[in-house]
């Protein structure tokens, strides 16, 4: 989990991911979306890869990018229930209740 919310941290990560959630991209088409390098995308390209929140498919020399959606869901729900966000208390019985 720690992968994953060293790779959301970044704002350029983050907004690659809304691009992925449009559709899968070429690494060229992402790339064109920011104002830095071709080797500072590719960094990027590979957090999110070692944070297992994209899927790279390459065909010849075309790498595309597709957003694994079920991961990034499976670390929000898992943050979400370390933090109890979300779940809803049982409420305990006060001392006079007799249940």
Do not use: C, W
């Not at 071709?38 to 990018?65: C, W």
């Amino acid at each position: 989990m720690n992968k994953v919310f060293k790779a959301l941290a970044d704002p350029t990560r983050r907004r690659v991911l809304e691009l992925l959630r449009q559709r899968p991209m070429t690494a060229g088409e992402l790339s064109e979306q920011f104002a830095v390098s071709r080797p500072t995308m590719s960094a990027h390209f590979n957090v999110l890869r070692e944070a297992d929140l994209i899927d790279a498919h390459k065909q010849g020399t075309t790498i595309t990018y597709r957003l694994k959606l079920s991961v990034l869901e499976d670390a929000l729900l898992g943050f979400s229930q370390t933090f109890g966000i979300g779940n809803v208390a049982t409420p305990r019985p006060s001392k006079g209740d007799p249940s």
